[in-house]
């Protein structure tokens, strides 16, 4: 059973263009939900969180959109570029257990110039 | 300052074979973590280490899967006898405390043949 359902699996943008990655959860104790961004031969990398006190958190292009009663949140990459070609992971946890991340399946994003 | 820290970054064995796995954390992190993601699935916790304490190994899949943290340092994961399914990559995390950003390595790709 995926707990953290993660779409699209890849997705292709043009250089400037909004990459949009989508992630829906069961668990309603979840009160925790990390993006990863993971590039060819790393370890993912923490890119930007949210709780659920909040609707949105901007962190420069990345924007995270959450809603809380449609058990739903998003990454949203503004003015996307070549750089930002990556696997994003979309993640959660509960207070109780924070170190045990729930990962989604994983976005291969890649923007082209 | 020096990153999560694996060896060794890939492995091709033999299936019935022994493979160990080792892992530097963050110098200071108390908490250690093993994840894995095998091919086609989500990463998936492990167990998580407090020190030389396993806080929680409810990821483990099986008794052929030993993680030891001797000392509090570095951790080593052992496969014993590894399986076809056992395949993928293994990433080790490290953080000061839980609840705080997880720091991932860059991976150990196994490959069970």
């Known amino acids: 059973q995926q707990q953290v359902k993660q779409s699209p699996q890849s997705l292709i943008v043009q250089k400037g263009g909004i990459s949009i990655i989508n992630c829906a959860y069961e668990n309603t104790a979840f009160d925790y939900f990390p993006w990863y961004q993971q590039f060819p031969g790393k370890g993912p990398a923490l890119l930007i969180a949210i709780r659920p006190d909040v609707s949105e958190k901007k962190e420069g292009r990345f924007t995270i959109s959450f809603n809380k009663s449609a058990k739903q949140f998003s990454l949203h990459i503004m003015d996307s570029q070549p750089g930002d070609s990556a696997t994003y992971f979309c993640?959660?946890?509960?207070?109780?257990?924070?170190?045990?991340?729930?990962f989604g399946s994983g976005t291969r994003l890649l923007v082209r110039p | 300052e020096a990153g999560v820290t694996q060896f060794p970054s890939h492995s091709v064995i033999e299936k019935g074979q022994t493979v160990t796995l080792r892992c530097d954390p963050i110098?200071?992190?108390?908490?250690l973590y093993w994840y894995r993601r095998v091919m086609g699935k989500e990463i998936k916790f492990l167990l998580h280490f407090v020190k030389e304490s396993k806080q929680d190994e409810s990821g483990m899949p099986n008794n052929r899967f030993l993680a030891e943290r001797t000392g509090g340092t570095y951790s080593t994961l052992k496969v014993q006898p590894a399986e076809l399914e056992d395949s993928g990559v293994y990433f080790c995390?490290?953080?000061?405390?839980?609840?705080?950003?997880?720091?991932f390595g860059e991976g150990s790709w196994l490959t069970v043949v």
């Open positions: 995390a490290s953080s000061p405390r839980a609840g705080n950003t997880i720091y």
């Open positions: 993640a959660a946890s509960t207070m109780d257990s924070s170190y045990k991340l729930i």
């Open positions: 110098s200071g992190h108390d908490n």
